[in-house]
């Protein structure tokens, strides 16, 4: 389990949260743009993302591009 499920606590038990580790980790890392093939990538809403780079904004995965 990842940093990112400590603010869940106790709720919620040990197996539901060891599985939204990665898929959080995943999804706030910087993904590789389609477009200027740069990792500049990030998540700005569920299917929405935006490159820092060429400054393109479009629709892909939920979690990852």
């Known amino acids: 389990m990842g940093n990112t499920t400590k603010r ?3 709720r919620y ?3 539901n949260k060891a599985k ?3 898929i959080e980790e995943l999804q ?3 993904q ?3 477009y200027c093939n740069k990792t ?3 998540r700005l809403a569920m ?3 935006h490159c820092a780079k060429c400054e393109s904004k479009f629709a ?3 979690y990852t591009v």
């Open 47 to 49: 299917g929405i993302w």
């Open 8 to 10: 869940f606590g106790a």
């Open 32 to 34: 590789k743009c389609p």
């Open 60 to 62: 892909g995965k939920a």
């Open 28 to 30: 706030r890392a910087k």
């Open 20 to 22: 939204l580790a990665p």
């Open 40 to 42: 500049a990538v990030k």
């Open 13 to 15: 038990g040990r197996r």
